[in-house]
């Protein structure tokens, strides 16, 4: 039986959900059990499992290290996630209310506070020169934001944009988890580059898959409703794509620049972008992309973890989930 991508690292991961639950305990009940409702309602831990693999594959000996740190980012995505949930008014994530209609608004923005603080109160006891990777990815992530909102509903956007957008919201972070778990393990400049060359593919990868489910997925298997991209007026790549198709470009058009589309409107325009080429355009972009991050993560040493890297990359294209 083939082993799936995060075997070899199992009890690495075990240790991180114990880590991430240690370090957002909070002596207020309630507060406490908002963070552990966000964190337990899972999640494919990515980011944490893409430093402790960097630092293994780069040589590190002492795997605690590379576990508080993935923890630590975890934290942090997780914290950024219940934001983006309160400004995206979204009910449901990974199959659950989301924190703030569980609870409610304030009390969220509070709990998403407090483990932003404790994420990165953990990623500063590093070094510098980890500390200046935390900071860049921070603060491309709120770019991103910013220019994902400024395209919403806007039909002008273009692909460069999207992949500007996605670079920032998901992929410097992801190529911060793994070059810090790199650094961690003093690893050399050229493997440094390598591992975050790699990360950076499989962030990008990873989103453009994810927009791809949020039109042909099942909500058994995303946890999330199918179209709310499209209802919200997310600019994702398929809808992208599918707004150049001569057919039915433009009612996908003006279903997109509604700021409050029906249910019908909705189910319309993703029914019309499923006919068009865009879905199978977005998957054959995303498998350009994996296919140089493979390219890059065999230039560092052979092992066991590096095969891992390479199975991962698989996994990105293949999930429905």
Not at 243 to 254: F, K, L, V
Request: glycine share 6%.
């Amino acid at each position: 039986m083939a082993q799936a991508w995060y075997d070899t690292i199992s009890k690495e991961l075990i240790m991180i959900e114990d880590e991430i639950h240690s370090v957002i305990r909070s002596n207020n009940e309630e507060l406490n059990a908002m963070c552990h409702y966000t964190i337990d309602s899972g999640g494919k831990r990515i980011r944490p499992a893409m430093c402790v693999l960097a630092y293994l594959a780069c040589g590190g000996k002492d795997v605690s290290k590379a576990v508080s740190l993935g923890s630590a980012y975890e934290i942090v995505h997780t914290a950024s996630l219940i934001h983006d949930d309160i400004n995206d008014k979204s009910e449901i994530r990974r199959g659950r209310r989301t924190l703030h209609k569980e609870f409610c608004v304030s009390k969220a923005i509070v709990a998403g506070d407090y483990m932003m603080a404790k994420g990165f109160q953990a990623l500063g006891a590093t070094s510098n020169d980890i500390v200046d990777v935390i900071v860049e990815a921070a603060s491309r992530m709120s770019e991103g934001e910013f220019i994902q909102k400024d395209f919403e509903h806007i039909t002008k956007v273009t692909e460069d944009d999207y992949y500007e957008i996605i670079n920032g919201k998901t992929s410097k972070l992801i190529e911060a988890c793994a070059k810090s778990g790199a650094f961690l393990a003093d690893a050399e400049d050229r493997y440094v580059d390598a591992i975050g060359d790699y990360a950076h593919g499989i962030g990008m990868a990873f989103q453009m898959i994810d927009d791809t489910l949020d039109v042909i997925g099942d909500i058994n298997n995303t946890g999330k409703r199918v179209g709310l991209d499209l209802i919200e007026g997310k600019p994702t790549l398929p809808t992208i794509l599918a707004m150049s198709d001569p057919t039915y470009g433009p009612r996908i058009a003006e279903v997109f620049m509604k700021t409050e589309p029906s249910e019908e409107e909705v189910y319309e325009a993703l029914t019309l972008i499923r006919k068009t080429d865009a879905i199978e355009l977005c998957r054959q972009k995303a498998e350009a992309i994996i296919d140089e991050a493979i390219e890059r993560i065999m230039t560092i040493p052979e092992s066991i973890y590096r095969d891992s890297f390479v199975s991962l990359a698989k996994y990105i294209i293949s999930r429905d989930r």
